[in-house]
């Protein structure tokens, strides 16, 4: 156990965890690996009878270990899985003195909109599409180290860049010290490209159709009600990825430190978590491929009725449980710390989806 042991450690050094959720689970770990140690006194009575009883006592160790390990697992799947979901909400809020708020709006009539290249140092986005033709961005603004009003205007005017030339928006605020939440309207009738990006602040949105979606959020989450896209790349390091439905061709949504809750009716997914549990729905038959991964963290994947599926679940200290009807096991590993299975279910069913799901310290749910 002294790899798990340096793994909790290292998560308290981190701050992941707090020191006393580090000492319980500590505790737990402790705990489990005393249980596995036969007493003294046992291993005298039965030395006389050692090569008889050997093998069913190697047998019980197996098990228990087995069982103490999984319990661990569980543990530490949810520890992690409550300091994740501290850290994914947590805004950091750059304290640089007084400030002077301030707001603005920039506006652009009757474009032709092909590409949007948004960059906010410090601040929120939300997209509002719309079916006019213009483009307008509103800006609730912090300027700190301002003595008032007309001074942090003219702070935000020299720093903030705005343009629209040859189809392309461009909206850039890259001082930390300035926190610009904006409301952005635009038409997406004519939308090839959408790249996004945020050091400090939350992005969202209703929506989207566009060909091609970049979101990155160093610190803070990124929810989509809609995305209709073509190829979808969106990272985080320290925040959650909720879509509530999801259509592309090519998707790769992956996070540091937080959940994934992704419903997707088609296309090819990556999806991926180091710290954090992954939740993924497919909508509807269709053929499509998931490709689901976490470190320390569980997967649970939900399949319509009748839908053709098959796939390959694998997990190293945590279980796994498929619930699909009409299942075959083509191959099931059961080795103490490496658990696999291969599968084919509703043989006949629609469409056709594939799963590749893969924990390493918590299990890998299919239903």
Not at 20 to 39: D, I, T, V
Not at 102 to 126: P, R, W, Y
Not at 243 to 253: F, G, N, Q, T, V
Not at 291 to 296: A, L, Q, S
């Amino acid at each position: 156990m002294q790899e798990e042991r340096q793994m909790i450690l290292k998560m308290i050094e981190d701050g992941k965890i707090s020191a006393e959720e580090g000492m319980r689970l500590l505790n737990a770990l402790k705990e489990g690996s005393r249980e596995e140690e036969e007493p003294a006194s046992s291993k005298e009575k039965n030395q006389e009878g050692k090569s008889q009883g050997q093998d069913q006592r190697s047998q019980w160790d197996y098990r228990k270990a087995e069982e103490t390990f999984n319990t661990f697992a569980t543990k530490f799947s949810e520890f992690v899985d409550d300091a994740v979901h501290r850290v994914k909400e947590f805004d950091l809020d750059f304290n640089f003195g007084p400030s002077e708020s301030i707001q603005h709006v920039f506006e652009h009539k009757d474009v032709f909109l092909k590409e949007a290249d948004i960059h906010i140092e410090n601040g929120n986005i939300e997209l509002k599409p719309w079916n006019e033709k213009d483009i307008r961005i509103e800006c609730d603004v912090q300027v700190y180290r301002m003595k008032d009003k007309e001074s942090a205007k003219r702070e935000f005017l020299r720093d903030v860049q705005f343009s629209f030339s040859n189809g392309k928006l461009k909206l850039e605020a890259r001082k930390k010290t300035m926190r610009v939440n904006t409301v952005i309207y635009f038409p997406t009738e004519h939308l090839d490209k959408l790249k996004l990006y945020t050091f400090n602040g939350k992005m969202n949105g209703e929506d989207i159709p566009v060909h091609r979606l970049e979101a990155k959020a160093i610190n803070g989450k990124v929810s989509f009600d809609r995305v209709d896209a073509k190829e979808v790349r969106i990272e985080t390091i320290n925040g959650p990825i909720n879509i509530r439905r999801l259509h592309s061709m090519e998707a790769e949504l992956k996070t540091m430190n937080g959940t994934l809750n992704i419903e997707a009716g088609r296309g090819n997914m990556h999806l991926e978590s180091v710290n954090g549990t992954i939740h993924f729905r497919l909508s509807e038959a269709s053929q499509s491929k998931a490709y689901i991964k976490t470190t320390t963290g569980s997967i649970y994947i939900a399949v319509p009725d009748g839908v053709k599926t098959e796939g390959e679940a694998k997990t190293n200290v945590g279980g796994i449980h498929c619930q699909l009807p009409n299942m075959s096991v083509i191959d099931e590993k059961k080795d103490f710390a490496n658990k696999k299975l291969t599968f084919l279910a509703n043989k006949e069913g629609e469409g056709h989806f594939y799963i590749e799901a893969e924990a390493s310290t918590g299990s890998v749910n299919i239903k």
